[in-house]
């Protein structure tokens, strides 16, 4: 495999073999051996690669020599001019030494801890297990699960399903009036008198 480096001091080539569809098996042919048979046991050789146009009006390789000069005395070689001459009629060649200015790779990832939002208020809603019908809700997609929980319905961000450690469970006490009724973790229906609601977290035991 080449290693593409803007501050190495070989030489780099870019040559384009022009050939009609019908003869770019033959060019990609004939440019393999002329590789594995005559560039690899030369000195001064350090990668070649071939590439092929989807269109099939094009070859194109790509040489990394430590010099111009050990790529010319392997063009002056006669077993790389017993297969060179086989590509006569067959192309048109365009070759390029070329100048490498700039490389780029991807990004590494980056490592996100793990945090764990509590005290959540209270929204419109029923959880899945019915904790509550008029408010309250657990922990849902975009936060994480009090892992207690008798519905398991909330999750991580972005890691839907994932546990989290262990923590309390989520019981919801309500007192119900005109507006609707509180149920709390039992189900046991609070007195008709109205109050706000409060989220209590309790560690499992």
Partial sequence: MPTIDPDATYATFINTFRCRPADQDRVVQLNVEIIEN????QPGFISATVH???DGTRVVNYLQW???GHLAAMQRSPAFQRIAQQLSGLIE????????????????PKTRGRQVRRGRPPGRGSCP???GRTAGTCARERWDRLPGCPSGAGTRRGTPGRPLRRAGHVRLRGLGGAGGS?????????PGRR?????DVRPQR
């Fill in 38 to 41: 005559v560039a690899v046991g």
């Fill in 52 to 54: 092929r146009s989807l």
């Fill in 66 to 68: 430590q010099t111009a």
């Fill in 93 to 108: 060649f365009d070759p390029h030494q070329c100048e490498i200015i700039h490389t780029a790779e991807p990004l590494a």
């Fill in 129 to 131: 297990r019915r904790l």
């Fill in 182 to 190: 509180g149920r709390g973790l039992a189900g046991s229906r609070a």
């Fill in 195 to 199: 109050s706000g609601l409060r989220l």
